[in-house]
T-cell receptor, first 115, second 112 residues
Framework: DGGITQSPKYLFRKEGQNVTLSCEQN?????MYWYRQDPGQGLRLIYY???????QKGDIAEGYSVSREKKESFPLTVTSAQKNPTAFYLC??????????????FGPGTRLTVL | GDSVTQMEGPVTLSEEAFLTINCTYT??????LFWYVQYPGEGLQLLLK???ADDKGSNKGFEATYRKETTSFHLEKGSVQVSDSAVYFC???????????WGAGTKLIIKP
């Protein structure tokens, strides 16, 4: 079955530690996205990538980093510079970054808690 | 700039009631419009979409019509079920860099 997987589902981190969230897709999509969701709020874009080896900052990129070395993988690192990292993180992908084909497919999410 | 405004929740209804969740947008040109649904503890799923004015998107008994004159894309369902309880997000496709602009989400609670 095609889809997007995120791991782990729950993640706990101590303050001052970096942590990497995994996102893998087997949909052969060019574009991938990372969003952050806080309780009772909408989604905010952290980073997005339209093609392998290229990515752009979204609205709240500070304290985060990404890489896109393979088409199917788009890992997100939450660094110690992120002031309030506890949140629900969602990864998504789409066939292309624009036009009417921009339907985004989402993974199940990773809930990160900083202790 | 482009934006999406949804009615605040939670919206609480009884089973078989009629549902409307309001969504209005501000954007230049003719954006594509989407409704996504998020069930508890899960990611988002596309519910329906419309790509041009007067288009009607529909899926699972839900409908929404792209109204250019009122810049709206209200979500409706004639008879809701307990299983429809979820958070619903309205979004528009931003033409300049092909990013989705999201509303804040509306939590829907259906009581038996």
């Amino acid at each position: 079955d095609g889809g997007i997987t995120q791991s782990p589902k729950y993640l706990f981190r101590k303050e001052g530690q970096n942590v990497t969230l995994s996102c893998e897709q087997n949909l052969n999509h060019d574009a991938m996205y990372w969003y952050r969701q806080d309780p009772g709020q909408g989604l905010r874009l952290i980073y997005y990538s339209q093609i392998v080896n290229d990515f752009q900052k979204g609205d709240i990129a500070e304290g985060y980093s990404v890489s896109r070395e393979k088409k199917e993988s788009f890992p997100l690192t939450v660094t110690s510079a992120q002031k309030n990292p506890t949140a629900f993180y969602l990864c998504a992908s789409s066939i292309v970054a624009g036009g009417s084909l921009n339907e985004q497919f989402f993974g199940p999410g990773t809930r990160l808690t900083v202790l | 700039g482009d934006s999406v405004t949804q009615m605040e929740g939670p919206v609480t209804l009884s089973e078989e009631a009629f549902l409307t969740i309001n969504c209005t947008y501000t954007a230049t040109g003719y954006p594509s419009l989407f409704w996504y649904v998020q069930y508890p503890g899960e990611g988002l799923q596309l519910l329906l979409k419309a790509t041009k004015a007067d288009d009607k998107g529909s899926n699972k008994g839900f409908e929404a019509t792209y109204r250019k004159e009122t810049t709206s894309f209200h979500l409706e369902k004639g008879s809701v079920q307990v299983s429809d309880s979820a958070v619903y997000f309205c979004a528009l496709l931003k033409g300049s860099n092909y990013q989705l602009i999201w509303g804040a989400g509306t939590k829907l609670i259906i009581k038996p």
